[in-house]
C-alpha cells in the first residue's frame, strides 16, 4: 500500500475541537506543498469556532472577524465538519484511531484554576469562565443564574478575561443592546442592581495580565466611573528597578493609564469600577445562607524570584471587602479527554511540541497530536495559536514522511458519516451552520445587532427544519 | 506569560545525570538526548548543579583525561533555579543578561523541567507572531469587507 497523502490515499486527519486551534492546523495542512489531505472537525457542541464565538467578548465584534478566515478555510472540499458530536460520548479514541491516519486534539482550556481559598463553593462564586459561556450564549451554560440583584461583586484576576468580565457588568443596557450578548443575559444584565465591581490584582499594574486597549476601555464607560488607590498603583522600588533595566513602553503606559484612574474624581455615573492591586482574597465569608456575604483581602508586597520575576507576598495586614457576588477567573485548565493521556502538572494534553506521548514509555503514541490552549496552557492571543499549529503540524508532515501513522481499517469517509449517523443522528455540517449564521445574522439586521445568536441545541434544529 | 506554558509541551523528560557518574557516561547522555545540558541531581532528585557541553568542552582543553572525571568535579554548582510561575519576559532577561543558556525549573524544590535560551527566544517570536496575526486580522476587517458601523 502506498503511504498516505496521495491522490489514491488521501491522508485522512480527524480534529477534535473547532476553535482557532483546529482552523489554523486545518489551514496549515492544507497549504501543505504536494499533500492531498483531508480533515474531519468535531465539536461537542453544534457550532464551530470555540472561544470566539463562545468567550471573545460580545462588545470585542472586531476580533471575531478571524472567523471569515476560518470560513475560507471551511469552504476547501476536503473539509467536513461535524457538530454536536463529543468524544467520550458519540465517539470514542478507538474509533478515530479506526478511521484515521492522524488524530489532533484542539479542545482547548475547558475550565477555570481554583484560588484554593474556603467560601470558594459559596453561593454566588462563580467560574469567570461559566459567567462569559452564559453571556456568550453557549447552550450548556445559558441556563446558568447569576444574583445580578447584589450590589458589590468582584471580579478575581487582572487579565483580559477579567477586564471583559468586569466591563459586561459595568456596561449600560444600551450599550450590551448593540452587541450580540445573549438576550437573557440582556435581560438580566438590564436589571443589574450592581453598583460597584472591584477588580483585584495580586501584584501591581506593572505586573497584571491584560493589555492596555483592554485597561483604556475601562475608562470610557457610559455608565460607570473607575477609580483605583493612588498608594497601590505607584511602582514599588522592584517594579522601578526591573523597568529601569529592561524599558518597556507598553508597561509604562499601562501605569500610567491606571494612576491616571487613580487621579480621577468620581461623576455622577451610577455604577464605580473599582481596580484594586496588591491584595489576595484569603477567604469568602458566608452571609449564613450558604452565600456569599463578604470576601476577606490580604495586602501583598512583592519580591523577586531568583529570575528576576516579580511575585506578590502576603503581609500581615488584611481587609474586609463587602462584596456579596464574586468571579474567579485567575486561569484557565485543560480537561483530561476519555482515552487520552494528560499531563496533570500543566493541565495539558501529555506532548512534546505537540506529539501526545504515551505515559509510561514517554515516547509519542502513533498518529496522535495535540495544539492550542489543551497542548500548552492557556496563553497568548487568538493569533498565538497560528504559530503553536504550525509546530505540530510539522511534527506530523515529518511523522508522515517517515511513514509513521495510524494503519486505519475503514479510512473512507463515508464510513465516518455512517458511524456518526447512527451515534449522532443530530450532528450538524457546516452548511448547517452557514445557514445558522445567516439567520443570526438576519435577525441582528433587523434589530441593529451584529447578530441574535441560538442558545439551544433545539432552536438551531427547529431553525434548520430538523426538529 | 509564565514559563509553565514553555514546560507544558516540552513532555516530562528531563535529562539528569548524578554527580558521581563519569563524563564520559554523561558526554553518551548528551549525545543520545542531541542536548546541550544535564541537570545534575542528588538522590531525591533535587538539582545540586547543572554540566554544560562547554563545561567538558573547557576542560577538555587541559586535561586529555577529561572522560574518567566526575561530573561533580566539572559542574558548574551555583545554579539559577526558576519556577514554573516566573514571568517569560524576566526569565529572559534574566538568561540573557547573566549568559544561562538552561534553567532548571522547581516546584518546591522538585525538578520540573529545564527551559532552553533556544524555548524562550521561541516563546517570545511566537508571542509576537500571534500579535501581528490578531492585528492583521482586525485591520483585514476593517478596509476588506463592510462591517456595519
Known sequence: ?467 | MTIASLLAKKGPKVVTVQPEQTIRQALALLAEHNIGALVVVDPESRPIGILSERDVVRAAVRDEAVFTKTVSALMTRDVILGVPQDDLESVGRTMTDKRIRHLPVVDQRRLVGIISIGDVVKAQRDLYRGEVENLQMELTEEHGRPTGR
Not at chain 1, 489514491?8 to 480534529?15: E, G, S
Not at chain 1, 492550542?372 to 515529518?398: C, F, H, L, Q, S
Not at chain 1, 435577525?443 to 434544529?461: A, I, S, Y
Open chain 1, 1 to 467: 500500500m502506498t503511504r498516505p497523502g496521495t491522490e489514491a490515499q488521501p491522508l485522512r486527519v480527524a480534529i477534535v475541537g473547532a476553535g482557532p486551534a483546529g482552523f489554523y492546523a486545518t489551514d496549515q495542512l492544507f497549504r501543505t506543498p504536494g499533500l492531498v489531505v483531508e480533515v474531519d472537525m468535531y465539536d461537542r457542541v453544534p457550532t464551530p469556532y470555540g472561544l470566539v464565538r463562545a468567550g471573545v467578548a460580545p462588545d470585542h465584534q472586531k476580533i471575531k472577524a478571524v472567523t471569515a478566515a476560518f470560513d475560507k478555510v471551511a469552504a476547501n472540499p476536503a473539509f467536513r465538519f461535524f457538530g454536536g458530536v463529543e468524544l467520550g460520548r458519540h465517539l470514542s479514541v478507538d474509533d478515530l484511531r479506526a478511521h484515521y491516519h492522524m488524530v489532533l486534539y484542539t479542545t482547548g482550556a475547558q475550565t477555570d484554576r481554583r484560588m484554593g481559598i474556603p467560601g470558594e463553593d459559596l453561593q454566588r462564586s462563580h467560574a469567570a469562565t461559566e459567567f462569559v459561556a452564559w453571556y456568550n450564549g453557549h447552550p450548556d451554560y445559558r441556563d446558568l443564574t447569576f444574583d445580578l440583584s447584589q450590589e458589590r461583586a468582584a471580579v478575581v484576576g487582572v487579565g483580559n478575561v477579567a477586564a471583559d468580565v468586569a466591563r459586561i457588568l459595568s456596561r449600560t443596557p444600551e450599550e450590551l443592546a448593540a452587541t450580540d450578548i445573549a438576550d437573557y443575559a440582556l435581560e438580566a444584565l438590564s436589571a443589574s442592581r450592581i453598583r460597584e465591581v472591584y477588580v483585584l490584582g495580586r501584584r501591581g499594574p506593572a505586573q497584571a495580565a491584560f493589555t492596555n486597549p483592554e485597561v483604556r476601555e475601562l475608562g470610557e464607560l457610559a455608565g460607570a466611573d473607575v477609580t483605583a488607590q493612588p498608594e497601590e498603583v505607584e511602582p514599588d522600588e522592584l517594579t522601578r528597578q526591573a523597568l529601569e533595566r529592561a524599558p518597556d513602553r507598553a508597561t509604562q503606559k499601562k501605569i500610567e493609564i491606571i494612576k491616571e484612574y487613580a487621579r480621577r474624581t468620581p461623576t455622577a455615573k451610577p455604577r464605580r469600577l473599582v481596580m484594586r492591586f496588591l491584595v489576595s482574597p484569603v477567604e469568602l465569608r458566608d452571609d449564613g445562607t450558604g452565600a456569599v456575604g463578604g470576601m476577606r483581602l490580604v495586602k501583598n508586597r512583592l519580591y523577586a524570584t531568583a529570575t528576576g520575576t516579580l511575585q506578590p507576598k502576603a503581609t500581615d495586614q488584611f481587609e474586609d471587602l463587602p462584596v456579596a457576588l464574586v468571579f474567579r477567573s485567575v486561569g484557565y485548565r485543560g480537561v483530561p479527554l476519555p482515552g487520552v493521556p494528560f499531563n496533570d502538572d500543566w493541565g495539558v494534553i501529555l506532548n512534546a511540541k505537540g506529539r501526545v506521548l504515551d505515559p509510561q514509555t514517554k515516547h509519542p503514541l502513533v498518529g496522535q497530536y495535540t495544539a492550542g490552549w489543551i497542548k500548552r496552557g492557556p496563553t497568548g492571543v487568538i493569533g498565538t495559536n497560528k504559530p503553536d499549529a504550525a509546530e505540530t503540524v510539522a511534527g506530523m508532515i515529518e511523522d508522515l514522511a517517515r511513514d509513521i501513522h495510524l494503519r486505519p481499517a475503514d479510512p473512507s469517509p463515508a464510513a465516518v458519516e455512517r458511524l456518526i449517523r447512527e451515534r449522532q443522528p443530530q450532528y450538524l455540517s457546516y452548511q448547517d451552520w452557514l445557514r445558522l449564521d445567516e439567520i443570526e445574522t438576519r435577525r441582528g439586521r433587523e434589530t441593529g445587532k451584529p447578530r441574535v445568536k441560538f442558545t439551544r441545541v433545539k432552536d438551531m434544529l427547529a431553525a434548520l427544519g430538523r426538529a
